[in-house]
């Protein structure tokens, strides 16, 4: 099983990333995929999630209206469009899946991403 982030690095405030995550080892079709990050110093927090069909996805306040999660499943991939953003979006950013069952979940090892001029 793998999860794979790619698509980190340095951008000024305001400007645009988009994050990939590549899956393998697994039916990726039947698993909800979500986004995590954690801060220097803060605990992982949830970002965004996406049902295994697609059809539902939420985002965390903080990042509303600016990020946009989406999923390729003939890729058996996801993605994150980040946009705007700003210097507290810096994390390390994690890809999770997660079965129909709540009862395994798959991490990616991080992709870096740091907003600062």
């Known amino acids: 099983v793998q999860l794979v982030e790619s698509g980190g690095g340095l951008v000024q405030p305001g400007g645009s990333l988009r994050l990939s995550c590549a899956a393998s080892?697994?039916?990726?079709?039947?698993?909800?995929m979500r986004w995590y990050r954690q801060a220097p110093g803060k605990e992982r927090e949830w970002v965004a999630g996406?049902?295994?069909?697609?059809?539902?996805?939420n985002y965390a306040d903080s990042v509303k209206g600016r990020f946009t999660f989406s999923r390729d499943n003939a890729k058996n991939t996801v993605y994150l469009q980040m946009n705007t953003l700003k210097p507290e979006d810096t994390a390390v950013y994690y890809c999770?899946?997660?079965?129909?069952?709540?009862?395994?979940?798959?991490w990616g090892q991080g992709t870096q991403v740091t907003v600062s001029s």
């Open positions: 080892g697994f039916t990726f079709s039947q698993y909800h």
């Open positions: 996406m049902t295994s069909a697609g059809g539902n996805t």
């Open positions: 999770n899946a997660l079965n129909r069952r709540l009862t395994v979940d798959y």
